[in-house]
């Protein structure tokens, strides 16, 4: 219960107290049941072997013997925390907690035997109980009050271990997805760097060929970094934000190669909100560009982007027509910074429930396919690396 926990601050106590008369009402209710229990055992035993006594008599005794129980309870929960036998104690310290514990529920034994003679005397006759009576009470009762006391230390030990393992195991979680939030923020920053590095290269270039072209060039990148820029770092965006950082990149891919590039969009109305992850298609785009496109004899070329739903799942196209992979491409040998870091952000965002395929297209170009889960609201949890 609760409100028998550790040492308390005030905010904890703030907090407990919000649950403090529904723990009162379950040990009351918890003592009740044990007392009409115990009641309803001695009336029947009495009355097979032949001495029928009230329930109306024995009700009121074996209540109030289990309420004292519910009385002396935080007192016994203090004691087992007092001397606790688990967590990181030495061998030494556990004996000596042990054998506290097992003195005070001596003594808790003891003083509920003497404060139920007391009751039960008083219940019973209306006077005080004198000595002979105690003494007679507690060598009766005294044994199975040990046994109750001890089972009381029995359940604060079972309740504080359950809290301590459910502590580590919520520690553990949030551990784990701070590391693989750290890890992705690592990641989606790398390409930030990666196309503005390549870009101001583009554009560095076009200076010595036509300085209109490349103030055109640096105009457009402005509009390239301002869409980046956009949002509040989260992990997954809109796709129509993704969609228009592409376009942006596309259009001074279109200045650097003089008109001859030329870009298809086409994505379905039901995708623009869906989420996906953060700077996603930029790299995707640009490795078509530079690697399919650009290395073709004579430049120019066509790059698609198109977006669709399939069921429960979001299906990303990207084709180019330039010159394709080589036949001895080898994918754990040939993935750049792009295509490194998307399958990188994918599983660790998506585990399993995700593909990204790459291959040659039958009528030239490469053709990168990506499916994840469809969600328009972030409730994919980030899974432990």
């Known amino acids: 219960m609760h409100w028998f926990g550790g040492r308390k601050s005030k905010s904890r106590v703030r907090f407990r107290d919000g649950r403090l008369l529904t723990d009162c009402a379950v040990a009351v209710g918890l003592g009740t049941l044990f007392g009409l229990v115990a009641a309803a055992q001695v009336h029947l035993y009495g009355h097979a072997v032949g001495r029928d006594i009230g329930m109306a008599r024995l009700i009121p005794i074996y209540l109030a013997r289990w309420y004292i129980w519910v009385a002396l309870t935080p007192f016994i929960f203090a004691a087992a925390r007092r001397w606790q036998l688990g967590g990181e104690r030495r061998r030494g310290t556990r004996v000596l907690n042990a054998g506290m514990l097992a003195f005070a529920a001596a003594l808790f034994a003891l003083l509920h035997s003497i404060l139920s003679a007391v009751v039960d005397f008083a219940l019973v006759t209306g006077r005080v109980p004198i000595p002979l009576a105690v ?32 502590n580590r195991e919520l520690r ?30 583009s554009i560095s270039s076009l200076m010595h060929e036509d300085i209109e072209a490349a ?44 008109g001859d590039l030329a870009e298809c969009i086409d994505i379905a109305p039901d995708t623009f909100d869906a989420l996906v992850p953060n700077m996603i298609l ?33 299906l990303i196209d990207i084709l180019d027509d330039g010159i394709g992979l080589p036949h001895d491409w080898d994918e754990r040998r040939g993935v750049g910074v792009g295509l490194g870091n998307t399958r990188s952000r994918l599983r ?4 399993a429930n995700h593909d990204i395929e790459i291959g040659n297209r039958d009528e030239g170009g490469v053709r990168l396919a990506i499916r994840i889960p469809f969600h328009t609201t972030a409730v994919i949890a980030l899974p432990a690396a």
């Open 135 to 166: 003494t007679e009470h507690v060598g009766t009762f005294f044994v199975s009050g040990l046994v109750i006391a001890s089972a009381i230390i029995a359940v604060h030990h079972a309740l504080d271990y359950h809290r301590r393992y459910r």
């Open 172 to 201: 553990a979680i949030h551990l784990g997805a701070q590391l693989a939030q750290t890890r992705l923020q690592l990641l989606r920053m790398q390409l930030r760097p990666h196309f503005l590095f390549n870009t101001l290269n």
């Open 215 to 258: 103030d055109a060039m640096l105009a457009a990148l402005g509009d390239l970094l301002r869409a980046a820029l956009h949002g509040d770092g989260s992990e997954e965006v809109p796709l129509r934000q993704e969609v228009e950082l592409a376009r942006c990149y596309l259009e001074i891919m279109k200045l650097r190669f003089g």
């Open 282 to 314: 930029q790299p995707l785009v640009e490795n078509a560009v530079l690697h399919g496109i650009a290395a073709r004899s004579g430049g120019g070329g066509r790059v698609q982007l198109r977006a669709t739903r399939a069921g429960g799942s979001l």
């Open 348 to 351: 660790r965002l998506y585990g």
